[in-house]
């Protein structure tokens, strides 16, 4: 179907907004100490459409860590950088069913990481990022997510510290990696790296955008930048819709019918492709790590606007 109308966006976006805020549910993530600071009641949300309209609803500028939904776009510069078919063959595609720093899942597939949505497999992704060095990848990543976001991100150093000394179970994560063959660069280095990357601060705008440029073709529909090619936006869109919401991908795709991707900080990111981005933060999480009113909140837009790519009508 065509681009909702302006106005159609705008109503949804404010009944989206209301209905979730009513849902006092979950809680807010505190094993990385510094996250457990976050204001419970902080809600945002925004939808960035491919012409370039925001419809925003709620504190859409207030900052927090992106978390785990770096990981999407790191996997996108990946694949634009290399191609995805070596990427394909370290890192997978395929769902764990496991939890999201699942150390099983990595035993039970031969020391496979799976897919890059989950702390393995992304680990694994920002190993094999260009750049040469940890710094040179950094600097990649950094340069690649704020070109999505249409600004320059800044790194949250309260957080990159509260992670950096506390994740010794993602630097086993690591390890365990490196014992199969599968790490491409020193472990210790990659996890410091993709810690900087988990801790790049956005808001809810910033995410909405984000998701837009991959709903349009890899365009920021913003700045007009080809960040990627449409050929990577489809393959992480896909790699999203399989395994974005960790062991609940499948229930989020029955009900949303959209690729989407999570972080413990309470952001979500949904992409209807050629349409709209979504974008969302309230920091209380259901038991798999997942934004409750960001779950509740897409899943009003998407039904409203008619967006699951499921849908015959
Ligand atoms: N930085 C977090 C971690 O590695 C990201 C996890 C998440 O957002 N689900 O544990």
């Known amino acids: 179907g065509p681009v909702p109308e302006d106005r159609a966006i705008d109503a949804a976006v404010d009944s ?26 902080a809600f945002g949300l925004c939808v960035a459409d491919v012409d370039g309209g925001l419809h925003e609803a709620g504190q859409t500028r207030v900052p927090f860590s992106i978390q785990s939904i770096s990981k999407a776009f790191a996997y996108a510069l990946l694949c634009e950088a290399v191609g995805h ?90 390890a365990l990696l490196h014992s199969y063959g599968r790490m491409r660069t020193d472990p210790a280095e990659a ?15 910033d995410l909405a955008v984000m998701g837009a440029t991959l709903a349009d073709g890899g365009v920021n529909p913003l700045t007009g930048d080809q960040v990627v090619s449409a050929d990577v936006c489809r393959d992480t869109l896909a790699v999203m819709a399989a395994s974005g919401l960790y062991q609940t991908s499948g229930e989020w795709l029955f ?48 039904r409203s606007l008619g967006l699951n790519i499921f849908a015959s009508a």
């Open 191 to 205: 996890v410091d790296v993709y810690t900087r990357q988990c801790s790049l601060r956005v808001d809810a705008r």
């Open 85 to 174: 078919h070596e990427v394909r063959e370290l890192v997978g595609v395929n769902s764990t069913g496991l939890a999201f720093n699942s150390v099983i899942a990595i035993e039970m597939n031969d020391g496979h990481p799976m897919n890059p949505m989950v702390n393995a497999g992304a680990i694994a992704t920002t190993a094999l990022l260009p750049g040469g060095s940890p710094d040179g990848q950094w600097r990649f990543l950094h340069e690649g997510l704020s070109r999505f976001a249409g600004h320059e991100l800044i790194l949250d150093d309260e957080v990159y510290r509260s992670e950096s000394g506390t994740n010794q179970r993602n630097q086993a994560i690591a």
């Open 255 to 302: 009900e949303i019918g959209l690729p989407g991707k999570s972080g413990v900080a309470g952001g979500l990111v949904t992409v209807a492709p050629g349409k709209v981005g979504i974008g969302a933060y309230a920091p209380r999480l259901d038991a798999a790590g997942n934004s409750v009113r960001g779950q509740v909140a897409t899943a009003y837009l998407a």
């Open 16 to 41: 989206a907004y209301r209905r979730a805020r009513d849902r006092h549910d979950g809680a807010v993530a505190d094993y990385i100490p510094v996250l457990a600071g976050a204001d419970p009641d």
